[in-house]
């Protein structure tokens, strides 16, 4: 799982603490808190609203990637 959110948000705790949660876990996470999206927590609750190049988009589609491949089984020779 892939926990992201901009500073400026209503509250990233829960991004934190659940990031933490996957890890204790063994589970395969990240957390990226973003630098502020706007002035206000309703515009930085917004920022993965997009837009042509969105800040998150390249890690987000790293972190996929990544996913699919620990996924895929092993080649069978």
């Not at 589970?27 to 609203?49: D, I, L, S, W």
Request: proline fraction near 8%; hydrophobic fraction near 40%; include cysteine.
């Amino acid at each position: 799982m892939f926990f992201i959110q901009a500073e400026k948000n209503y509250n990233p705790a829960p991004s934190h603490v659940l990031s933490e949660v996957m890890r204790n876990a063994d589970k395969p996470m990240r957390v990226h808190v973003f630098a502020a999206n706007g002035t206000t927590e309703q515009e930085g609750h917004g920022f993965c609203r997009g837009g042509v190049q969105p800040a998150w988009g390249p890690e987000v589609l790293e972190f996929l990637r990544e996913s699919f491949e620990r996924q895929q089984p092993a080649a069978a020779y």
